[in-house]
């Protein structure tokens, strides 16, 4: 299985951002796409996540509003769209696949495979 996301770079704060993330290997549709950051010197973190049957949507508090995840199964891959980037989103964004229980998905240990990270920086 390979994860491969893409479409970091450098946004100015209020622009936007699509992050994509490609993947290979596996049932794509069944399975949970995450999105988790890691910022400098802090813990990685729960961003958002799109279940593969029915497309239940979640997301952290503090992307509510601004970030949306999405899925195309056809393609095997999962976006996050971001947008009123603010300079505390700047981290390394890593994609992540799994099928975890409800209660878990929001849990870094709920998923089986990462890709690799891009880094999103937001100047201010």
């Known amino acids: 299985v390979q994860l491969q996301a893409s479409g970091g770079g450098l946004v100015q704060a209020g622009g936007s951002l699509r992050l994509s993330c490609a993947a290979s290997?596996?049932?794509?549709?069944?399975?949970?796409i995450a999105w988790f950051h890691q910022a400098p010197g802090k813990e990685r973190e729960f961003v958002a996540s799109?279940?593969?049957?029915?497309?239940?949507?979640f997301y952290a508090d503090s992307v509510k509003g601004r970030f949306a995840i999405s899925r195309d199964n056809a393609k095997n891959t999962g976006y996050l769209q971001m947008n009123s980037l603010k300079f505390e989103d700047t981290a390394v964004y890593y994609c992540?696949?799994?099928?975890?229980?409800?209660?878990?998905?929001?849990?870094?240990?709920?998923?089986?495979?990462w890709g690799q990270g891009t880094l999103v920086t937001v100047s201010s």
């Open positions: 992540a696949t799994g099928r975890p229980i409800l209660s878990n998905i929001r849990n870094a240990d709920g998923y089986w495979y």
């Open positions: 290997g596996l049932g794509f549709s069944a399975y949970t």
């Open positions: 799109i279940r593969g049957s029915g497309g239940a949507t």
